[in-house]
């Protein structure tokens, strides 16, 4: 009987590749809080040269975020910043010809979301001046 020669299989050895990948595992385990994780760093206000002009609309947004329509003498709570659009595009349609500002006085505690809620509702209400009231350094 003749005997064949065995062939032997070629395999590929993973085990250094495994033990690699697990190196590499670790080392981005302990880098990945190390590392900044997009804080956004705002802009400070400086001198504006541009003034409100007319006589504005103020919308103060508190620290708890309740919303406070100020116009002249007249102060005015509101519950939701849709309502506030509408009453606040009343009184620009009501000023026919003149455009009036609405400046936003938020307190730097508030939340971000409760400001963008409020810019969206004015935006939707279709308002062409709004600001943002800043003290300046």
Do not use: C, H, W
Not at 35 to 52: C, F, I, R
Not at 89 to 104: C, L, N, Q, S
């Amino acid at each position: 009987m003749a005997r064949r020669p065995r062939r032997s299989k070629n395999e590929i050895n993973v085990v250094p590749y495994v033990d690699v990948m697990l190196v590499l595992l670790v080392i981005f385990m302990v880098a990945a809080p190390g590392m900044p994780s997009g804080l956004v760093e705002l802009p400070s206000a400086g001198k504006s040269s541009q003034q409100v002009t007319g006589n504005p609309m103020t919308v103060e947004i508190s620290k708890d975020g309740a919303l406070l329509l100020k116009d002249g003498n007249e102060k005015t709570p509101f519950t939701d910043a849709k309502s506030l659009a509408a009453t606040i595009k009343e009184k620009v349609d009501a000023a026919a010809g003149t455009e009036r500002p609405v400046v936003i006085a938020a307190d730097k505690n508030v939340r971000y979301e409760i400001v963008m809620q409020t810019t969206d509702a004015l935006r939707i209400a279709e308002i062409p001046r709004v600001g943002l009231q800043v003290y300046q350094k």
